[in-house]
């Protein structure tokens, strides 16, 4: 971009940057802006380094953008997973308080033979202390 029209991009910069009645205003920051913009569009090399920080942080901000789209896909099929379970281990429970055998539950909700026993056991020992099955 030919420096006269940075400079007339300046100037209504300059002029944009005043209040309703005309005062100008005086913010450092924007003072700073304007002349890293003057310094940037000036210098090919700098211009090349901010396209090249630019694209980096834009691919930065989209790899967290699909790594978060992914743990909360995976925290998703996790979750339901776990419901599957405790599916499974509501089932057993209901099963054994209508009397049905290990055999029968195993078949009946593909929990091993161990978790089953495992199941009953506890089972057993609440309704021992008297809190009661579940």
Do not use: W
């Amino acid at each position: 971009m030919p420096i006269s029209r940075i400079s007339e991009k300046r100037e209504r910069f300059d002029v944009n940057c005043r209040t309703e009645d005309g005062r100008q205003i005086d913010v450092e920051e924007i003072k700073m802006a304007s002349e890293l913009l003057m310094s940037i569009s000036q210098d090919e090399k700098e211009r090349a380094h901010y396209r090249s920080r630019k694209m980096f942080l834009m691919d930065m901000e989209h790899a967290m953008a699909v790594a978060r789209d992914e743990g909360i896909e995976k925290g998703i099929e996790q979750g339901i997973e776990e419901g599957i379970e405790q599916g499974k281990i509501e089932v057993a429970r209901n099963a054994f308080a209508i009397g049905l055998s290990v055999d029968q539950i195993e078949k009946l909700t593909g929990l091993s033979r161990a978790e089953l026993e495992s199941l009953r056991e506890f089972r057993e020992r609440r309704a021992l202390s008297g809190v009661g099955a579940e």
